[in-house]
């Protein structure tokens, strides 16, 4: 056994108590030992009590909610996140209650520090007692192709550190089988000695053929699985995750079993996926569509990785910039950074006056090896792009901080997770939000008289005017 230096939180995902599993947390760790070598694990920690606070019975002496109040003059008590409500109603003394309604207990306002997520708090710990590190995280790479008509999945590429996995689906390859499966992996190899940048030629390629398309689903999460990095990364994630959740439950398959990590008992398994909403209403009720790149979608997995569309990674990282000319394809934004296009080019295979369907559909059917070698291209460019803007394994962790990455998009929630943790060190617990009935209201703009220049608007606020019949305040 090594001894250990020091482990490093990575992510976490709560698992809520059920009938079959107990109140878990999924810990992704990266251990880092003495000797200076580091290993990636998952950790399952059952019933962790995080805190909540309550005003002690002598200082409450207030009706509304307060922003913050000083450690000494409230109770500190502790819960698994399950029970959260339960417990917060018991310790407050309160009837009527409606059994595990958090909306329920945030009425009082002796309420305090239970809007934290538990996973920000078990992140806190960690560096507590291990001292803040900053070891860049790892990130993997995946990428489909599908057939333009059938919709099956004919090709599953990806690429973690030095190594690319390929997993290719018989229907692609249908024309070759009377040349054998090494003949064509090894055309395939040659291919892409032929095509890819140089930087790139000295990967370890690892391609197996399959029956079909479950077979390469499967392929491909066995060594996601085997390699434990802290991302799996994928442009556009929601074209390629369903396509291959789709295609599983067709066969019968569980896509929890297979995208969550094979040594966690079965009763953990998760796999839910939570859109980015696609449109927004404004203060003056209109509805606008919200661009692809900017939506954010969270993934529930039981994984040692963080499936995230690294398109909206891209996007969010650059909040407030102009957007990218020409849109966040990944050939167009390798363009940005790069200077050049990322797709791979195969001069004289097929017209260059194609459309993208089209193309795809002359590649695939017509050229299936170069077709390949194509996929295999797109997440090399990913590769390419990331060691340029270092945005998945530096500048997207440090962003979010203690922060679960589920809500990265949100800048009021990682502010609140941030100023919990920064004012408790100063003797301080923040307060909870109320809960709000009409949340789906939005007050505009609308009716309202403005009395005042708007050039004398300032940031300290407007002053207001009012008319008496001796004087004017």
């Known amino acids: 056994m090594k001894e250990i230096d020091y482990i490093e939180h990575r992510f976490s995902v709560f698992i809520a108590?059920?009938?079959?599993?107990?109140?878990?947390?999924?810990?992704?760790?990266?251990?880092?030992?003495?000797?200076?070598?580091?290993?990636?694990?998952i950790r399952?920690?059952?019933?962790?009590?995080?805190?909540?606070?309550?005003?002690?019975?002598?200082?409450?002496?207030?009706?509304?909610?307060?922003?913050?109040?000083?450690?000494?003059?409230?109770?500190?008590?502790?819960?698994?996140?399950?029970?959260?409500?339960n417990a917060i109603a018991g310790k407050l003394k309160m009837t009527g209650y409606k059994r595990n309604q958090y909306r329920d207990v945030l009425k009082s306002p002796y309420l305090y520090g239970s809007d934290v997520p538990s996973t920000v708090i078990l992140s806190k710990m960690y560096e507590d007692k291990f001292g803040l590190h900053t070891?860049?995280?790892?990130?993997?790479?995946?990428?489909?192709?599908?057939?333009?008509?059938?919709k099956d999945i004919t090709v599953i590429s990806s690429?973690?550190?030095?190594?690319?996995?390929?997993?290719?689906?018989?229907?692609?390859i249908k024309n070759y089988k009377l040349s054998g499966d090494e003949w064509i992996i090894k055309e395939v190899r040659r291919l892409y000695s032929e095509h890819v940048e140089e930087k790139h030629k000295d990967k370890e390629l690892i391609i197996t053929i399959h029956d079909n398309e479950v077979d390469c689903i499967k392929a491909i999460f066995k060594f996601l699985h085997e390699r434990k990095p802290d991302f799996l990364a994928i442009w556009n994630v929601m074209f390629d995750m369903p396509m291959m959740t789709n295609a599983?439950?067709?066969?019968?398959?569980s896509p929890k079993t297979i995208i969550s990590d094979p040594d966690i008992p079965h009763e953990l398994k998760r796999y839910e996926v939570?859109?980015?909403?696609?449109?927004?209403?404004?203060?003056?009720?209109?509805?606008?569509?919200?661009?692809?790149?900017?939506?954010?979608?969270?993934?529930?997995?039981?994984?040692?990785?963080?499936?995230?569309?690294?398109?909206?990674a891209y996007s969010h990282i650059r909040a407030g910039a102009s957007k990218v000319i020409g849109g966040y394809s990944l050939d167009n934004i390798t363009l940005t950074n790069l200077g050049k296009g990322g797709k791979l080019k195969f001069e004289g295979l097929v017209s260059d006056n194609l459309s993208k369907e089209d193309w795809h559909r002359q590649m695939s059917r017509n050229h299936p090896l170069h077709y390949i070698v194509y996929n295999m291209?797109?997440?090399?460019?990913?590769?390419?792009?990331?060691?340029?803007?270092?945005?998945?394994?530096?500048?997207?962790?440090?962003?979010?901080?203690?922060?679960?990455?589920?809500?990265?998009?949100?800048?009021?929630?990682?502010?609140?997770?941030?100023?919990?943790?920064?004012?408790?060190?100063?003797?301080?617990?923040?307060?909870t939000k109320p809960h709000i009935n009409?949340?789906?209201?939005?007050?505009?703009?609308?009716?309202?008289?403005?009395?005042?220049?708007?050039?004398?608007?300032?940031?300290?606020g407007s002053k207001v005017l009012m008319n008496r019949s001796d004087k004017t305040v």
Not at 411 to 425: F, H, N, Q, R, T
């Open 377 to 431: 291209g797109d997440n090399t460019t990913m590769c390419d792009l990331e060691d340029k803007t270092n945005d998945l394994s530096v500048v997207l962790p440090t962003l979010a901080g203690h922060s679960n990455f589920t809500y990265f998009n949100s800048g009021p929630s990682k502010i609140v997770d941030k100023l919990y943790l920064e004012i408790l060190d100063d003797g301080l617990v923040l307060g």
């Open 438 to 460: 009409d949340q789906n209201k939005i007050l505009g703009l609308d009716k309202w008289i403005v009395t005042l220049n708007p050039t004398r608007i300032t940031k300290d």
């Open 17 to 41: 108590k059920t009938e079959t599993n107990l109140d878990t947390h999924l810990v992704k760790e990266l251990i880092t030992y003495k000797d200076g070598s580091s290993e990636p694990n």
């Open 159 to 172: 690429v973690y550190k030095n190594t690319i996995r390929t997993a290719i689906s018989r229907t692609l």
């Open 44 to 85: 399952l920690i059952n019933n962790f009590k995080r805190p909540f606070y309550i005003t002690k019975d002598r200082f409450r002496n207030h009706k509304q909610k307060k922003e913050y109040e000083e450690i000494n003059k409230v109770n500190s008590y502790t819960s698994i996140q399950s029970d959260l409500p």
């Open 248 to 253: 599983l439950v067709r066969a019968g398959e």
């Open 135 to 150: 070891t860049p995280y790892t990130m993997s790479t995946l990428d489909i192709e599908s057939d333009v008509d059938t």
């Open 274 to 312: 939570k859109q980015g909403p696609a449109k927004k209403k404004k203060a003056d009720g209109t509805v606008t569509q919200i661009d692809i790149q900017d939506r954010w979608h969270s993934f529930l997995t039981c994984s040692s990785f963080y499936i995230i569309d690294a398109m909206c």
